[in-house]
Every structure is written in structure tokens, then in C-alpha cells.
């Protein structure tokens, strides 16, 4: 007797979904508009959505101090930054340190000397992961920003956020 295809291949259809241990979430992240100082998409994959925080080309600085916060229900912070290309924060020890509290994520970073000049490149990168079984739309915000100019002065700047939705595969 002959067992039609489509009576084995819906079994083989379904142990192979079930053997990936199901879908995982997606995560879209539109960039919010070009100018000042912004955190931007750089890419999505197993660890979350990985964020650069860039600045205004042109503007001259030696470091700063930036808090963001995600909704504690959807999304955490993986409390590692990664220094970008805009700093030389030169040889160990550099001046770099990332930490997270709940829902928030705290990053500073500064040059030991003089100040740069911030083009294309980014500050840091940063990553946000999905919790498990999370949909809908995330609230991402950028809470303090506080710069460490070229003359050492510091001053509050304002921190574009892009808008993040997770849903399924």
C-alpha cells in the first residue's frame, strides 16, 4: 500500500519545528532622523539589536555620560558597551564603564587627552535583547545625556532614540 507525500511530510514539517525549540522574537528598530547626537540600528541577530550611539559631525568633545532606559518587560540590557571608533580612549586602563540598574543602562566614556573631532564613526555600541515570548512595541528612551566638551565644559545634550517593535519571525 502507498501512503500519500503530503501524509509524510506534514510529521517531517513538524518534528522540525518542533526540533528548533520554536520561533524567536524580531526585533525592527527604525533610526530616528539623521542630525545630533542619535543612537542608531547597526544590526539584529541571536544577542538582540545592537545600537551606536553617534554624534553631530563636526562637534568637538572629550567624553560623556548617557542613561537609556527600555521597557523592563520587554526587552534588558546587556550591561557590556563597546567602545567605538569616535574616542581614542587609548591604552589600558581606558575610560570606559557600562553598567545596568533594572531597566536602565549607564554608559561614560572619555579621552584621557585633548578632545576628538565626531564625524561618522560611533561613541560605543550597545545591545538590547528581547525577553523571552515578548510582542509589541518597546519604550525606548534616552533619559541624561551630559557631555564633556573641547574646553572641559559640561553640557546636557539631547539623544535621539529610534522607535523598536518586536514580533514574531
Keep these: 500500500m502507498l501512503i500519500p507525500a503530503s501524509r509524510l511530510l506534514f510529521p517531517l514539517l513538524l518534528a522540525a519545528l518542533l526540533g528548533c525549540g520554536g520561533a524567536s522574537t524580531r526585533m525592527g528598530y527604525t533610526d530616528p532622523a539623521p542630525g545630533g547626537y ?3 540600528g547597526v544590526s539584529t541577530g541571536e544577542g538582540g539589536l545592537v545600537l551606536d550611539l553617534v554624534g553631530p559631525p563636526g562637534a568637538r568633545i572629550r567624553g560623556g555620560l548617557f542613561t537609556f532606559q527600555a521597557d523592563p518587560a520587554l526587552a534588558a540590557w546587556d550591561s557590556d558597551a563597546r567602545a567605538g571608533e569616535a574616542l581614542d580612549l587609548g591604552p589600558e ?3 570606559l564603564k557600562s553598567r545596568t540598574d533594572g531597566s536602565r543602562l549607564q554608559v561614560a566614556l572619555y579621552q584621557k ?8 564613526r560611533p561613541l560605543f555600541s550597545i545591545t538590547l535583547a528581547p525577553l523571552p515570548g515578548a510582542r509589541g512595541p518597546v519604550s525606548l528612551a534616552a533619559l541624561e545625556a551630559r557631555i564633556l566638551d573641547a574646553s572641559g565644559a559640561a553640557l546636557a545634550v539631547p539623544v535621539a532614540v529610534g522607535t523598536l517593535h518586536l514580533q514574531e519571525p
Excluded at 587627552?113 to 561618522?120: E, I, M, S, W
Design 113 to 120: 587627552a585633548g578632545a576628538a573631532t565626531l564625524g561618522d
Design 93 to 95: 586602563p581606558r575610560l
Design 38 to 40: 542619535r543612537l542608531v
